[in-house]
């Protein structure tokens, strides 16, 4: 989280410290008028130590909840990177001077403990935070919190110069925490929907050959702004598969031996993890409309891929009609009616960065001759389904150039809904045969 927040943002870093700085005074000021100089300074320590955190967590939310929270079964997986470390000394300043403030170090433990509880719930409810949500963080900063609070009891075996707080304050923050509780165990009961993280499994190390091949797009792409050593292979059959790495807040994957298609992809801004979007120099500035956005993609599309844009068709599209998220341009080609395979996809975000790019060069092959047409094909395909038309829906059919068995080939891809069965196969448009046909159990909308 920390490094995501800091990165490219200067002008937050200043002005959280700035908030910070700005609570620890004011309740020093305030706890000044009751207490001894040493004792307000230690409240204003922690309520430093309290704002901190916070403004890291309601910075840079996406605006949308989620109602998710990711749970790693691996608790101790948490601690071994860098991340997690740098969350756990993040939260020791909040258990150490709780405990110095307070002299009560069970007290300081459970408030650090229901704070951290109410941070990572509101993550995955509350629509102007909305940033991730995981145990992770849970974990970590409890025992941040844990490890302060420890410190900052024997600091108070030393140290005599300070008071308890009173029973009459404590009881009334423990009400206040278990109503708390109660709100945050709600709101898993009913709201929060946990996932279980996908742990990862052992992967092939790409040769010096896939990671040169990969990080040489990579170069193309994006201008040396992103360099790989190393990346991993995941093989299908026969030597063929994806290379794939991963990036500063993201990944790229090419596939393998034939480098046919190339992708990568950024973290949005808007998941609140930081900014990652790759900024086209001279290109990138904000937008807020299809065209604006169309308009970066095709100047960085002219630079990078220009035999993309020569006869394709390109179309632009939002990603999500409700929220303001950002725009995926595409251009296809077709020969006829018939889509070729060449495919360029750029996906530009509001601030003007991409965070998507998705590339298939193939020069347009040479075809057989179709001879099956839209109903003959329709035809085959319900008579193989043992289908009506009046049993469902059509979906629109693709008619497209397809590689099948080393050979290209014209294809109508079809696909029916029958109640609650989708059924889905390809049709040869030039000899009738059918191929890859399925029929998936779709869910209902409630």
């Avoid at 230690?42 to 309290?50: E, Q, R």
């Avoid at 470390?85 to 433990?109: C, D, H």
């Avoid at 196969?425 to 191929?435: F, K, N, P, Q, R």
Wanted: charged share 20%; net charge neutral; aromatic share 8%.
């Amino acid at each position: 989280m920390i490094r995501a927040v800091f990165q490219d943002h200067l002008a937050f870093l200043a002005l959280a410290i700035a908030i910070t700085l700005l609570a620890g005074v004011a309740t020093y000021l305030l706890f000044s008028r009751r207490t001894n100089r040493t004792q307000a300074a230690l409240y204003g320590l922690w309520a430093s130590s309290t704002v901190g955190p916070l403004t890291l967590t309601t910075w840079a939310g996406s605006g949308l909840a989620t109602g998710e929270c990711t749970i790693n079964p691996d608790v101790l997986e948490a601690f071994t990177g860098t991340q997690g470390q740098l969350n756990v000394l993040l939260l020791m300043p909040f258990g150490l001077f709780a405990a110095l403030a307070t002299r009560r170090p069970l007290f300081s433990a459970a408030t650090g403990i229901v704070f951290i509880a109410t941070v990572e719930t509101s993550q995955a409810v509350a629509p102007f935070i909305s940033r991730l949500c995981d145990s992770d963080d849970l974990a970590t900063n409890t025992a941040g919190v844990l490890m302060g609070t420890i410190m900052g009891a024997v600091i108070c075996r030393r140290i005599h110069s300070t008071q308890s707080m009173s029973k009459t304050t404590v009881q009334r923050t423990t009400a206040i925490g278990a109503t708390t509780v109660v709100l945050i165990t709600a709101a898993w009961a009913t709201v929060i929907h946990p996932v279980r993280a996908v742990l990862p499994t052992k992967v092939p190390e790409a040769t010096a050959a896939q990671v040169q091949a990969l990080d040489g797009a990579l170069n193309k792409a994006f201008e040396g702004t992103h360099r790989i050593s190393k990346a991993d292979f995941l093989e299908t059959s026969g030597g063929k598969g994806t290379v794939t790495a991963q990036l500063h807040g993201g990944f790229a994957e090419i596939t393998w031996p034939d480098r046919e298609q190339f992708t990568a992809h950024f973290t949005p801004t808007y998941h609140g993890e930081g900014t990652y979007a790759y900024k086209v120099p001279d290109v990138s500035r904000p937008t807020h409309t299809a065209q604006e956005a169309e308009r970066v993609a095709t100047q960085y599309a002219s630079q990078y891929a220009p035999w993309a844009l020569r006869r394709s068709k390109v179309t632009v599209r939002a990603i999500d009609e409700k929220a303001n998220i950002g725009w995926i341009v595409e251009w296809r080609r077709w020969r006829g009616e018939v889509l070729m395979p060449m495919r360029l996809d750029i996906v530009i975000e509001p601030s003007g960065g991409m965070t998507d790019l998705m590339v298939r060069h193939i020069n347009d092959p040479e075809l057989p001759q179709a001879r099956i047409s839209e109903a003959e094909a329709w035809k085959r395909f319900e008579t193989r389904f043992k289908l009506k038309p009046s049993d469902g829906k059509r979906e629109e059919p693709i008619y497209l150039a397809e590689r099948r068995d080393g050979q290209w080939r014209i294809h109508w891809r079809l696909s029916f809904q029958d109640r609650n069965t989708l059924h889905s196969a390809v049709v040869d448009a030039t000899d009738g045969s059918i191929h890859r046909n399925s029929s998936e159990v779709i869910s209902q909308p409630q």
